[in-house]
């Protein structure tokens, strides 16, 4: 890989180049942490948003939230009708990431565990849980203790709910590369019908999950490593 591209692929901001399709035909280290998080669709249509009326380069200042990102600035530009390139820029007030590893992993049962958190926090109150399993899921690669304490913060955000809502799922189409090489993603999500604002979660430091606040509902992102 030339000098130049591998500077790209390390820098801190996501970058992305679309075809005038709206696919993907690349996208840095930092935009593959983005994409795990917000879709393709959201992001084209964010660079269609931002590009001048005609071909060049437009940079514009901006006060944008996407789930746990806050960029101040968008850099768009395209020299044909062919692919259109996208740099977000992120605040400095923003936590990065830790990036994740296969390290301290062992095969577990993923359903096992989200019952056992269930268990262990119905006896603390008397919240109705509602499971929504995708069966097909194999049983993968986790940090099972460090998963568990994560999942039990998250149901104690919920204290006051009367059901929880909780699902684990396949996300279609959606990977995480991890020391190189890509990764499929379970999502854990757990909702309420009320709006939560999860203060306590966002200063959390997650180094094994990516965990995701948004006004209902907090989400666990794990790759799928068998």
């Known amino acids: 890989m030339p000098l130049f591209e591998k500077w790209v692929d390390v820098d801190l901001n996501p970058v992305i180049t679309f075809t005038s399709s709206g696919r993907i035909a690349y996208s840095n280290s930092e935009a593959q942490f983005l994409l795990s998080r917000i879709s393709q669709k959201e992001l084209f249509d964010l660079s269609v948003q931002y590009a001048s009326q005609t071909y060049g380069i437009n940079t514009s200042y901006i006060d944008l939230q996407l789930k746990n990102y806050t960029f101040y ?16 820029y992120k605040s400095a007030t923003v936590k ?16 096992t565990l989200v019952d056992l958190s269930i268990s262990t926090n119905k006896t603390k109150s008397s919240i109705n849980y509602v499971k929504n399993y995708d069966p097909s899921i194999p049983e993968f690669k986790l940090n099972a203790s460090a998963f568990i304490k994560v999942l039990n913060q998250i149901f104690s955000s919920f204290h006051s709910s009367s059901t929880l809502y909780c699902s684990i799922l396949l996300k279609i189409g959606e990977y995480i590369r991890i020391e190189g090489k890509k990764y499929p993603l379970i999502s854990v999500e757990i909702s309420a019908d009320e709006k939560y604002s999860f203060d306590e979660l966002r200063t959390k430091e997650f180094e094994h999950f990516i965990v995701i606040c948004e006004l209902n509902k907090v989400t666990i992102d794990l790759p799928l490593i068998s």
Do not use: G, P, Q, R
């Not at 600035?73 to 977000?88: F, G, P, Q, R, S």
């Not at 990065?96 to 992993?105: G, Q, V, Y």
């Open 73 to 88: 600035a968008i850099t768009v530009m395209y020299e044909n009708d062919e692919e259109i390139h996208m740099k977000l």
């Open 96 to 111: 990065k990431d830790k990036k994740l590893t296969t390290s301290n992993t062992n095969t577990t049962n993923i359903f």
